[in-house]
């Protein structure tokens, strides 16, 4: 494969080479060192592995054809003349770094109270709350090489600071994904860098590096990410001080931490060794990487839409309603649409464990799942057809 394909076309490589990572590298060396069987606790092992490689085979036949066959459009020429693909100046960058800071401080004036709710939280909210993903694009200064700056000057110092910043904020709001997403994306991009550029990885700075960066993901961040965990619902009953205080009382606090976090584990995981009967997502024991590499979460999803079955009239009306949960309410309006859509406030995950499980209630928790298994429950094997239009359009 040339190098040069890979900047080309950098961010659907970057896209592919992620997944791969955390789906098919990371699960094989987290489980082996737990000393767990890669399919620790799968219901459907054999199906969830067939959908894997059929989706990753999907993704990259998608990418090398559109490679190959691709021609710039009309629609290519006038996002071009608009500036839509011009590198952004470092001001720029800090600029909407600045517009995601103020969307999260937004968020937790509001929070502790009734606006934290998706239904009360009106245009101006539901702006704010897309907007808090701006505040990690400062992530992209630490390789300006690959999004086209050629000043390659790393202000280091002004980095440190501000995510130091951005860390306090992703406790105050237990916004773990915030957190996580920085971190991940700066590990797995320093790690693309070193194989695009043919780096040394094994030196005496990088190693101490390495050293530090285990440490911290399988220590004081994982702890951080769990006392995080423990107080969620406590960013929706109290106020962001309160919140604060009450995560860093339970982190300080080891024994009380890991006692917590053991009993909640028991009561999710604890279910006969399977999910016939339960919905876990316990995969492996650290907390960061089973939020990154969890294939438990694709064979749960798998299972009960195999279960359920394929191409559900269910997910149809789900997938509908959905469409219409992103129109803004005054546009609804304007066709007649009187249905609250707020009713449909959940995920797809959520809507599988509440039909795979028997519930009465439709459970709204936000449940993650895996894409393979809900595009099977939503579409089919159809589904996998759907997969290289992202590349086309």
């Keep these: 494969m040339k190098v040069d394909f890979l900047y080309h076309y950098f961010i659907p490589f970057v896209a592919i080479f992620f997944y791969g990572i955390c789906f098919f590298a990371l699960p094989l060396g987290v489980t082996l060192i737990e000393g767990k069987p890669i399919t620790f606790r799968f219901n459907v092992p054999y199906i969830t592995f067939f959908n894997l490689m059929l989706n990753v085979t999907t993704i ?48 937790i004036t509001i929070q502790g109270t009734d606006m934290m709710d998706a239904e009360n939280k009106g245009a101006w909210g539901q702006i704010m709350n897309q907007m808090t993903k701006f505040a990690i694009l400062p992530i992209a200064m630490l390789f300006p090489k690959y999004y086209g700056r050629k000043n390659t000057a790393i202000p280091r110092t002004s980095l440190i600071v501000y995510f130091s910043f951005i860390i306090f904020l992703a406790i105050v709001t237990t916004k773990r994904t915030l957190m996580f997403t920085g971190i991940v994306s700066w590990g797995l991009m320093a790690f693309l860098v070193v194989l695009l550029e043919n780096k040394k990885l094994f030196k005496t700075k990088t190693n101490i590096l390495i050293i530090i960066g285990l440490y911290l993901v399988t220590g004081p961040v994982a702890d951080l990410a769990t006392a995080m965990i423990l107080n969620r619902q406590s960013a929706y009953s109290s106020k962001a001080g309160e919140t604060f205080t009450n995560i860093w009382k339970l982190y300080s606090d080891k024994e009380k931490l890991h006692n917590a976090y053991n009993m909640a584990s028991l009561s999710n995981s604890d279910n006969g060794g399977d999910n016939f009967y339960a919905w876990s997502e316990y995969y492996v024991d650290n907390i960061l990487l089973d939020r990154i590499c969890n294939l438990r979460t694709q064979d749960l999803t798998l299972d009960y839409a195999t279960k359920l079955g394929y191409d559900n009239s269910k997910m149809h009306r789900y997938a509908e309603n959905f469409l219409m949960f992103q129109i803004p309410t005054p546009i609804l309006d304007i066709f007649g649409y009187t249905t609250n859509k707020f009713d449909s406030n959940y995920t797809p995950g959520d809507l599988l464990s509440t039909e795979g499980l028997g519930l009465k209630n439709m459970y709204k928790g936000f449940r993650v799942a895996g894409d393979s298994g809900i595009g099977l429950y939503w579409m089919g094997y159809s589904y996998y057809t759907l997969i290289p239009q992202y590349f086309f359009l």
């Design 60 to 107: 990259v036949l998608a990418f090398h054809t559109c490679r190959r066959i691709y021609k710039e459009g009309w629609l290519l020429g006038i996002w071009k003349k608009l500036g839509y693909f011009k590198v952004p100046t470092e001001a720029q960058i800090w600029a909407m770094a600045g517009a995601g800071i103020f969307a999260l401080l937004y968020n």
